[in-house]
T-cell receptor, first 117, second 112 residues
Framework: EAGVAQSPRYKIIEKRQSVAFWCNPI?????LYWYQQILGQGPKLLIQ????????DSQLPKDRFSAERLKGVDSTLKIQPAKLEDSAVYLC???????????????FGSGTRLTVV | KNQVEQSPQSLIILEGKNCTLQ??????????LRWYKQDTGRGPVSLTI?????NTKSNGRYTATLDADTKQSSLHITASQLSDSASYIC???????????FGSGTKLNVKP
């Protein structure tokens, strides 16, 4: 089974520039999450999609961050304009509702490491 | 408030030694608890998943325990190897299992 695919793996940009990340979840997974993980901390949820609808975006800095999942499959996360404090690893995860007990499908991608200089 | 606390924050051990990492949580109602290993610059990889009725689950040299009454879990690593150097993250999910609460992780460094 293919895992959660993310690209790019690394990105270096200057502050005030724009950047976009892409995520392709595991086939059939209805739920998709974007997390921001700052060095030395646990992942922080930015946005959660159920199919193409937003379930939770309470911690998404909406003045500069946006995300979409138009067809309920892959998703993009955009930052515009970037700030120095946006330097982090951006993780995508997906999950399948109705997984049989003990076999939850929640899986992470390898992440995109963003450095803002 | 749903929270997950891990200790210690960091740990250094010699290769071949055992170690135990702790996770305390207040997430309710509880559904499951997961331990993940995260190598630097990589996404977290699942080690174990435990539900309310499970007390112990092993994955090779990794053994997780769960006490749902005291809301505590531990991850025991036996005969550590250099490749065990990573961050270990505890993740707890309430009964609506599409929500996940993360600990800040324990950074383990195994030295030769």
């Amino acid at each position: 089974e293919a895992g959660v695919a993310q690209s790019p793996r690394y990105k270096i940009i200057e502050k005030r520039q724009s950047v976009a990340f892409w995520c392709n979840p595991i086939s059939g997974h209805a739920t998709l999450y974007w997390y921001q993980q700052i060095l030395g901390q646990g992942p922080k949820l930015l946005i959660q999609f159920q199919n193409n609808g937003v379930v939770d975006d309470s911690q998404l800095p909406k003045d500069r961050f946006s995300a979409e999942r138009l067809k309920g499959v892959d998703s993009t996360l955009k930052i515009q304009p970037a700030k120095l404090e946006d330097s982090a690893v951006y993780l995508c995860a997906s999950n399948s509702l109705g997984s049989r007990l003990g076999d939850y499908g929640y899986t992470f991608g390898s992440g995109t490491r963003l450095t803002v200089v | 408030k749903n929270q997950v606390e891990q200790s210690p924050q960091s740990l250094i051990i010699l290769e071949g030694k055992n170690c135990t990492l702790q996770c305390n949580y207040t997430v309710s109602p509880f559904s499951n608890l997961r331990w993940y290993k995260q190598d630097t610059g990589r996404g977290p990889v699942s080690l174990t998943i435990m539900t309310f009725s499970e007390n112990t689950k092993s994955n090779g040299r990794y053994t997780a325990t769960l006490d749902a009454d005291t809301k505590q879990s531990s991850l025991h690593i036996t005969a550590s190897q250099l490749s065990d150097s990573a961050s270990y993250i505890c993740v707890v999910s309430p009964y609506n299992f599409n929500k996940f609460y993360f600990g800040s992780g324990t950074k383990l460094n195994v030295k030769p």
